[in-house]
Every structure is written in C-alpha cells, then in structure tokens.
C-alpha cells in the first residue's frame, strides 16, 4: 500500500516536471518569435485550361460574379499560364506569376498549389494575400477569417490590375488563415478562383502575381485581418 501511494507521488512529480518542461518550452519559443524570420514558399503550382492544351473555356456569370455556376463552353478562346517565380534566390517560389491570355468578360480559371514554411523560419500562420500587377505595383488584401464566400466588389476583392479605375478581375481565394504552419510541413492548400470581369481590357493577355504575407503564430490573433481592403 505505502508503496503504490509511493509510486502515485512519484507518477505525480514527474507529470509535473512534464508540464512545467512543455510550459517552459512555450514561453522560450514565445520569446523567440518577434525576432524569428518568416519565410514561406509555394509548391506544385497547378492550373485550369492550360496554354496549348486546347481546352475548353469555362465562364461564369457575371453582375453579380459568381464563382459557384462556373460552366464548360464549346468555345476555345482563352487560356491559362502559371508558374512560381523565386524572387530571392533560394531556390523556392514566394510568388505566383499567372498571365491569362485573350481574357474576356465570364473566363474563369483557377491557380492551385501547397504553402510550406522554409526550414529555418519560425512558425506562422497565412495573414494577407498580396496582389501585384505586372508594373509591381502592390494591392494588399486583407480578408475575413472563414471568408470563403463569394467575393463581389463590395467586399473590395475585385482587383483593377492596370489602374484605369475599373475592376479587371475578382478573386475568390480559399484562405487557410488561422491554420498553423509549421517548418517541416505540413502544407496548407492555396487556391484562387478568378474571373475576368466586364472592366478588363479587351482581347488583352492580363498578368499577375500572388503572394502570400505571413504572420508569426502568435500575433495572429490580435492582428486577425479586419475590413476588406487596404
Ligand atoms: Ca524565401
Ligand atoms: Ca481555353
Ligand atoms: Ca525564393
Ligand atoms: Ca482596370
């Protein structure tokens, strides 16, 4: 009996020592994080109606844009290219570069890939999407936790890309927001859903890139994305 109520006191400290080990570790990385790098990187950059593929065009309507009746026409008319692109030469992609050749009011295509963190950054968590237009001039996006819903000019998610004033394309992007990334993996699925919009330039070949902000895990939450723009 004195010898189990032995063990139980035992069994006891070491879970506390356990505990007091993993709170310890919590408060060491807490303390590491504000001055830790963030550094994520695209993989498996993946595409709809791909260039040279002769595939049929998907459109959707438009006014309002939505991204849940997109169809398959019997037309052949635009296409899709996307690619990764390592802006900072180490050998992983941060951006996205996508170019939608002979884009027309309804085209729709979707860009997917996988975000995983860089060995040697700290654990993050997916905080704004940036768009940029071919001149590089950036438009950030802060978007609504949970917010995968559809996307109209309201909600400022309709990008003009040459800065005429109108809208060219609206996104539809299935954020991952909130989810822990952590070195190592494992990925967080990226997709954006585009359509082109009645703004665009006619018969034109529109380009841009994706990029993704990152925040440090626990940051996140008291920085949580607010509004829709700016
Ligand atoms: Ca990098
Ligand atoms: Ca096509
Ligand atoms: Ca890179
Ligand atoms: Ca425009």
Redesign the pocket.
Same mark, same amino acid.
């Given at each position: 009996m004195r010898l189990s109520i032995l063990l139980g006191v035992v069994i006891a400290l070491v879970l506390a020592s356990i505990a007091y080990a993993a709170f310890t570790e919590l408060l060491v990385v807490r303390g590491t994080v504000s001055t830790g790098k963030l550094?994520?990187?695209f993989s498996n950059v993946e595409y709809d109606d791909r260039c040279g593929s002769a595939s049929q065009d998907i459109n959707v309507p438009l006014n309002p844009v939505n991204f849940y009746q997109a169809t398959t026409t019997d037309r052949d008319v635009g296409c899709t290219e996307a690619r990764g692109v390592? =802006?900072?030469d180490?050998g992983?992609y941060?951006d996205i570069l996508v170019t939608l050749v002979n884009a027309y009011p309804g085209y729709y295509t979707s860009i997917r890939s996988y975000v995983l963190l =860089?060995s040697d950054s700290i654990p993050a968590k997916q905080w704004r999407l940036v768009i940029a237009s071919a001149d590089g001039s950036r438009v950030y996006y802060k978007i609504y936790e949970n917010n995968v819903s559809l996307i109209s000019d309201s909600d400022g998610l309709s990008v003009d890309l040459d800065g005429d004033g109108d809208y060219d394309i609206a996104i539809h992007w299935s954020d991952n927001l909130g989810d822990l990334l952590t070195p190592g993996g494992p990925a967080a699925r990226f997709e954006v859903k585009i359509a082109v919009l009645e703004g665009a330039p006619e018969d034109s070949t529109l380009q841009f890139r994706f990029h993704l902000e990152l925040i440090q895990w626990n940051a996140y939450k008291a920085n949580t994305p607010q509004g829709s723009s700016g």
């Open positions: 550094d994520a990187y390592d =802006t900072d180490d992983v941060e =860089t």
